[in-house]
């Protein structure tokens, strides 16, 4: 009996676990800080006054048909391949005879002042209740405003969430009874255009879409501070008591508190073989592997299945697999009935894209579910939810 250790409770941990569900020779342990998985497609959806509980699923239910794999709620922290070992925060020392670091990626700031005490993020569920609060607050108290929402970062979350945000906000108003509220949303990207991890035409397209829906895209444009009412942007100050942080992500930390095991790349995630090793025994996927298609659920997924073809391989005494991933398609909603199409070269736009957005969701919630657990959640991501009674009471 194999013990494989995961550490890592998302996209690509998950998916391993239960790709590995079958096999009677091998247990596996998840190591994971917190005992919910977050569903990142559907993180701007619930920020936007939509359901959080598809977004944020409990691991234990969601690992519940996989009787070989034992849930620990921990943070990793060291790693010793000499001896096999995994030490977490707390001081538990977990053996393994493969280990798979799948921890994802950590927000960054990149030192700017201000925005880790005033801005919100959307990234957790904690930081979206946060944020509904703050917007349903802010709004309650003001019977006549003129008011700017900022979103920092123009790629796929920057977006969608610019593309929902006003209707959410203007919503609020509507229910607290606010007749005199102008919304003003804004999208500031660094880089000179929108969404740089898409082709060109893709981007215009986005950001065709964006400018029809009344949001005031500033590219070329930095941000160097924020108080709790400015922010300063290489483009002028903006006054806003909202900015929402969707810029900057790292590597998780763990990397480099074991540089002496792990390989970093420029931009700090760690370098494979053909294999997604850095050892013979540790793999490493997702997010935290510097491969051309890392940073996507869809890559993550697919490390995953390469993981567990590979571990059996092994086993087995059978030939290995050599693909580990190729160009995924992604599909950006940009408000309600729109989204954008790309794969590869290819990019098609519009209404009828926004349903293969729908049903891409099942697609990945399966990949992390099955098939019966994820029709239950993902019938549920149109449902509205809110927390403010005045807004329940005027439904």
């Not at 590979?310 to 190729?326: Q, T």
């Not at 019938?379 to 005027?394: F, I, M, V």
């Amino acid at each position: 009996m194999k013990h494989v250790v995961i550490a890592g409770g998302g996209f690509a941990g998950v998916s391993l676990a239960r790709q590995l569900k079958s096999q009677k020779d091998i247990t596996v342990t998840i190591i994971n800080k917190s005992s919910d998985f977050r569903y990142y497609p559907a993180l701007y959806r619930a920020a936007t006054g939509l359901k959080l509980g598809t977004a944020r699923l409990p691991l234990e239910w969601m690992l519940i048909d996989t009787p070989r794999t034992k849930l620990v709620i921990d943070t990793v922290a060291k790693i010793d391949p000499a001896h096999k070992t995994i030490n977490t925060l707390s001081g538990q020392k977990i053996s393994y005879d493969y280990a798979v670091i799948a921890l994802g990626s950590v927000t960054t700031y990149f030192n700017i002042q201000g925005l880790p005490e005033n801005s919100y993020g959307i990234k957790s569920p904690d930081e979206i209740i946060k944020l509904r609060t703050h917007l349903h607050d802010k709004i309650s108290q003001k019977s006549d405003a003129d008011e700017n929402y900022v979103i920092v970062g123009a790629g796929p979350t920057g977006a969608e969430l610019a593309g929902g945000l006003g209707v959410y906000v203007k919503l609020i108003t509507k229910k607290h009874k606010i007749k005199k509220h102008r919304v003003k949303i804004w999208l500031v990207e660094a880089g000179p255009r929108i969404l740089p991890q898409l082709s060109e035409e893709a981007a215009r397209a986005v950001h065709k879409r964006l400018n029809k829906l009344g949001v005031n895209i500033l590219v070329s444009t930095t941000v160097s501070k924020e108080t709790v009412h400015t922010l300063s942007t290489s483009s002028g100050i903006i006054k806003t008591n909202t900015v929402i942080w969707t810029a900057g992500t790292a590597n998780n930390p763990f990397f480099e508190q074991n540089s002496q095991y792990f390989n970093l790349n420029p931009k700090g995630r760690v370098i494979v073989n053909k294999h997604l090793q850095v050892q013979d025994n540790i793999y490493v996927i997702g997010d935290n592997a510097a491969t051309p298609n890392s940073g996507l659920a869809i890559t993550a997924v697919r490390h995953a299945k390469f993981v567990a073809d590979d571990l059996v391989a092994h086993l087995k005494k059978k030939k290995r697999p050599k693909k580990y991933e190729s160009s995924g398609v992604q599909v950006i909603p940009v408000g309600k009935g729109w989204a954008v199409l790309q794969f590869k070269n290819f990019v098609i736009s519009g209404r009828l894209i926004s349903l293969v957005r729908i049903a891409a969701d099942y697609i990945g919630y399966s990949d992390v579910l099955g098939k019966l657990k994820a029709f239950t959640v993902w019938s549920n991501t149109e449902k509205s939810e809110e927390d403010c009674d005045t807004c329940n009471k005027s439904s």
